[in-house]
């Protein structure tokens, strides 16, 4: 599947805001000593601190980095401003041969992606019974270990949380927070590490942290529960309940799942980094057959680029896997194809009500539900008090998670009028990803 590099793509890929600055600083053609193509490759040469020119390429397919420069960051703003040239426009890089370094990485990666195969090929090779039936011994064995440090884990998080509330939330400090994190790392469980440092940071947070922290901390005492009597929930809530502990999803079993394949519609993009990794969210819809939501979470380390997908008010025609749940929302991309452009919006638009009710419906379902898709129909961004809200036509109102110079862009598309806002509410507030007039994207 090829996707149309554009310059909203290419600030995804950035590390951080700083790289992409500096990157846009570099996004002449005519700051360059030579720009080049050839297939789904481009490089170029750029004038550097040293003797010597960076050398910087792109494997646009992927997306793959490479640059001679010394910066620990990935990719660099040579990088960056290189894709910001191509995705610009791409006529002043000449097509021709590869230069002799771009070739020396190329082969590199060609061999890593042999060595790669071969991997994968040798790990498909048929086996006799007697070996998978060993095989899945010590798997049972090696899982059932984990739970008992898991079940021991949770045991201890549960006194923890009994003698917190006893003493009151004002009394812990921040070493106890984290050696208890540090505690459901070494009993396996890195889902309850990240919610124990999610709950901790809502400390003096101004407000009433103290609500936000009891109500999550319930919500982290009934997924302990949960745990207790795994065996009797029912098959798609104990998957909901696993993938919280922190127990990876087997992709075997994933891939074997039945797919839905359609022509998705590109509702939202978001991109979050905690300073380790960056996480990508897009929201696709099928409008044709199952008018259904699906979420595609992709991850990068610092020195990886996430995947590039279609932006919002395209189509894309896919297959997708969902992930086993009680509210079944995120999906693996099992096959792409086509990228379809389009200008209309078809999800069906609703009522801030309608969308409240719908998500009451999920949270029912699956307690532990996460973000939720909203759409709105004929909302108008409203200040009140210092919050941003989204107001509809019957007076009922959301608040936003927004920051002031966003919430001005946004109320100054709408110039007043009404707006048709897709986002990502977390039972507090709505995240907006994008909007709509009249099907076209905002």
């Not at 003493?167 to 070493?175: F, K, T, V, Y």
Request: neutral net charge; hydrophobic residues 45%; contains cysteine.
């Amino acid at each position: 599947m090829s996707i149309r590099w554009t310059p909203q793509h290419v600030a995804t890929l950035a590390p951080d805001a700083a790289s992409l600055k500096a990157g846009e600083k570099l996004s002449q053609a005519r700051q360059w000593l030579t720009l080049g193509q050839a297939d789904h490759i481009v490089w170029g040469e750029i004038k550097g601190s040293g003797k010597n020119p960076y050398q910087t390429a792109i494997d646009l397919a992927e997306p793959a980095f490479k640059c001679s420069c010394p910066s620990r960051k990935f990719p660099c703003k040579h990088g960056l401003g290189l894709a910001l040239i191509f995705a610009a426009d791409p006529t002043p890089f000449a097509t021709n041969e590869p230069l002799a370094w771009v070739q020396e990485w190329l082969e590199k990666r060609g061999q890593r992606a042999q060595k790669k195969a071969e991997k994968v090929a040798a790990a498909e090779t048929p086996v006799d019974e007697a070996t998978l039936q060993k095989r899945a011994a010590a798997q049972q064995k090696r899982g059932s270990a984990r739970e008992d440090k898991v079940t021991a884990g949770i045991a201890e998080l549960q006194r923890w949380l009994f003698d917190l509330v006893r003493q009151g939330l004002a009394h812990s400090d921040d070493a106890q927070w984290s050696r208890m994190a540090q505690r459901m790392v070494d009993a396996q469980a890195s889902g309850l590490a990240r919610r124990l440092q999610n709950a901790g940071s809502l400390r003096y947070q101004g407000g009433v942290w103290q609500e936000r922290l009891l109500a999550e901390l319930a919500r982290l005492h009934l997924l302990l529960a949960a745990w207790q009597r795994r065996d009797a929930l029912p098959a798609n809530l104990r998957a909901d309940l696993y993938a919280h502990i922190g127990f990876p999803t087997n992709k075997d079993e994933l891939q074997a799942l039945p797919t839905v394949t359609d022509v998705w519609q590109i509702m939202g993009q978001a991109t979050e980094d905690d300073g380790q990794m960056r996480t990508q969210r897009t929201w696709l819809y099928d409008a044709q057959s199952c008018q259904r939501y699906a979420l595609l979470l992709d991850f990068a380390m610092y020195n990886q680029t996430l995947p590039l997908r279609p932006p919002v008010g395209n189509g894309m025609s896919a297959s997708v896997v969902y992930y086993p749940s009680a509210t079944p929302l995120r999906a693996m991309l099992h096959e792409a194809s086509d990228i379809i452009p389009t200008a209309t919006q078809p999800a069906p638009a609703q009522s801030i009500a309608a969308n409240l009710a719908a998500y009451t419906s999920a949270l029912a379902a699956n307690p532990w539900l996460g973000l939720y898709p909203f759409l709105l129909a004929a909302v108008i961004p409203v200040c009140h008090d210092a919050q941003w809200w989204l107001v509809d036509a019957q007076q009922h109102s959301l608040p936003l998670r927004i920051s002031d110079d966003q919430a001005w862009i946004l109320l100054g598309q709408s110039g007043g009028h009404p707006l048709t806002v897709f986002g990502e509410w977390n039972g507090l507030h709505l995240q907006v990803l994008a909007a709509f007039r009249n099907g076209e994207v905002l």
